[in-house]
């Protein structure tokens, strides 16, 4: 079974703090993707990465940066969190873009207060 | 024009009906159609996939993709309370995304 570990599933950080959220899969994946889930706007997509040290911006990457020095890992980092960045964040994993299931880690409860 | 749109809900159907969720999108370059389930609290799993026009079935669930039309639905057969979730439909474009719906609701009365 593919395996998508979230590094935590509840997290409690300060406006201004730098955040890391970790991500990792088992299953050799190509493709590692970043969203976040709020009530009434979905999943949207913040970051995906088809290689490694290769990043794509998704549909609102702004506050975000992602890092993907390893094949198995990939990180989503505020740069200085927001109260508008507390979320559901879930990384997903995909063997390829087009055609292949993506599987999801478990999500993290970000809160920033 | 959003890229995807599922039509809005809360949808409750009574148990053994059918129900029937669908989906636009507006990208012509989209090749790869999927529906997943996402529980209260859970992260979404896939349940179906589609990459050509017309129906695919696996079990009680068929998914249906016009291409021309630019829609993809998910039908539920004898629908059972344990199908109540969201469903979220998601597609990747031309350009590699793979992007989400907002999801629908979907309750089942017992």
């Known amino acids: 079974d593919v395996k998508v570990t979230q590094s935590s599933r509840y997290l409690v950080k300060r406006t201004g703090e730098k955040v890391f959220l970790e991500c990792v899969q088992d299953?050799?994946?190509?493709?590692m993707f970043w969203y976040r889930q709020d009530p009434g706007l979905g999943l949207r997509l913040i970051y995906f990465?088809?290689?490694?040290?290769?990043?794509e911006k998704g549909d609102i990457p702004e506050g975000y940066s992602v890092s993907r020095e390893k094949k198995e890992r990939f990180s989503l980092i505020l740069e200085s969190a927001s109260t508008n960045q507390t979320s559901m964040y879930l990384c997903?994993?995909?063997?390829?873009?087009?055609?292949?299931?993506?599987?999801f880690g478990q999500g993290t409860r970000l809160t920033v207060v | 024009q959003k890229e995807v749109e599922q039509n809005s809900g809360p949808l409750s159907v009574p148990e053994g009906a059918i129900a029937s969720l669908n989906c636009t999108y507006s990208?012509?370059?989209?090749?790869?159609f999927f529906w997943y389930r996402q529980y209260s609290g859970k992260s979404p799993e896939l349940i179906m996939s589609?990459?050509?026009?017309g129906d695919k079935e696996d079990g009680r669930f068929t998914a249906q993709l016009n291409k021309a039309s630019q829609y993809v639905s998910l039908l539920i057969r004898d629908s059972q309370p344990s199908d109540s979730a969201t469903y979220l439909c998601?597609?990747?474009?031309?350009?590699?995304?793979?992007?989400f719906g907002k999801g629908i609701t979907l309750s089942v009365r017992p």
């Open positions: 998601a597609f990747t474009g031309a350009n590699s995304k793979l992007t």
């Open positions: 990208d012509r370059g989209s090749q790869s």
């Open positions: 299953m050799d994946h190509e493709n």
């Open positions: 990465s088809y290689d490694v040290k290769m990043k």
């Open positions: 997903a994993s995909s063997l390829t873009l087009m055609n292949t299931e993506a599987f």
């Open positions: 589609i990459y050509s026009n």
